[in-house]
C-alpha cells in the first residue's frame, strides 16, 4: 500500500529526530572540543562555562527544518523513490538523514537558520549573538555527522 505524504513527512522527521537527539547525548563534550578548535585562548573554565550558556540545541528548530526539508522532498522526488527510502532500513535512514544535511547546507537555508537562530537567541537570551554561536555549532556537528555517513573513501557531494 502506498505511502500518504503524511506518512513520509512523520518518518523523514522521526529518522533525523532520532539523529539529532542521539547527537545531543554528546553535547557538552561536542561544545568543548568545537570551543577548543574555535577559541585556542579561551581558559578552560571559560570554555565550560560558555558551553553551559548555549541552549540544548533546539529541538523545535531541527523538527521546524526537518519539516521544511520533508516539504521539498515531496514536492521534488518521484513517489516510489520516497516510498523506498521510507522502508525503515538503516542504509535509507542514513540516506535520508544525509538528505537533510545537504538541505541545511544549501544557500537558502543557510539563511533561513540564521534568521531562526538569530531569533531564537534573542528571545531567549536577549542576545542574538547566541544564535551565531549556535549556528556555527550546528553547522560544525552537521558535517561530523555527514562525514561519518559518507562511505570509507567515497565521493563528497560537496555544498549546494
Request: hydrophobic content about 45%; overall charge negative; some cysteine.
Amino acid at each position: 500500500m502506498p505511502l500518504s505524504d503524511e506518512e513520509i513527512r512523520s518518518h523523514f522527521v522521526e529518522v533525523v529526530m532520532s539523529r539529532v537527539n542521539a547527537e545531543a547525548d554528546r553535547r557538552k563534550e561536542a561544545l568543548l572540543e568545537y570551543f577548543g578548535l574555535t577559541l585556542p585562548g579561551v581558559s578552560t573554565e571559560e570554555k565550560d562555562c560558555l558551553a553551559q550558556c548555549i541552549p540544548t540545541v533546539l529541538p523545535s528548530l531541527y523538527r521546524r527544518w526537518a519539516f521544511l526539508c520533508a516539504a521539498r522532498l515531496l514536492q521534488a522526488v518521484p513517489r516510489n523513490q520516497l516510498e523506498h527510502l521510507c522502508d525503515g532500513s538503516a542504509a535509507n535512514e542514513a540516506a535520508l538523514v544525509l538528505v537533510f544535511i545537504m538541505f541545511l547546507e544549501s544557500e537558502r537555508m543557510e539563511k533561513q537558520m540564521d534568521e531562526d537562530l538569530k531569533a531564537y537567541g534573542q528571545a531567549h537570551s536577549g542576545a542574538a549573538d547566541l544564535g551565531v554561536v549556535a549556528a556555527d555549532f550546528i553547522r560544525s556537528r552537521m558535517a561530523g555527522i555527514k562525514a561519518a555517513l559518507q562511505p570509507e573513501g567515497g565521493p563528497d557531494p560537496g555544498r549546494k
